[in-house]
Nanobody, 120 residues
């Protein structure tokens, strides 16, 4: 069974940094895009950043220049380095990946979510 397990997150002061990591495990045949979404209280979930299997990345405008996504295809991991954090970055962050299991078809998988809180 395919799973996404996140680590990182926590409480940080404005201007600080945090790093989120996500590892995909299970019987995986292939992974396409991997990325991060976030959902703040009372708001819709939004895409923060993603990276394709060939290394193309994209970011929501509000994090450009502050966040950096990276992935290790050999380890099936994706990370999000978050610098110059702002209180408006406070949200639950979710890892997402398009995965084809060893037996099955392509599907979207989600991590359990990790809280990021930025204090002013």
């Amino acid at each position: 069974q395919v799973q996404l397990v996140e680590s990182g997150g926590g409480l940080v002061q404005a201007g600080g940094s945090l790093r989120l990591s996500c590892a995909a495990s299970g019987s995986i045949f292939s992974i396409r895009a991997m990325g991060w979404y976030r959902q703040a209280p009372g708001k819709q979930r939004e895409l923060v950043a993603f990276m394709t299997g060939v290394g193309r990345s994209n970011y929501v405008d509000s994090v450009k220049g502050r966040f950096t996504i990276s992935r290790d295809n050999a380890k099936n991991t994706v990370s999000l380095q978050m610098n110059s954090l702002k209180p408006e970055d406070t949200a639950v962050y979710y890892c997402n990946a398009e995965i084809r299991p060893a037996s099955g078809s392509w599907n979207d998988y989600w991590g359990q979510g990790t809280q990021v809180t930025v204090s002013s």
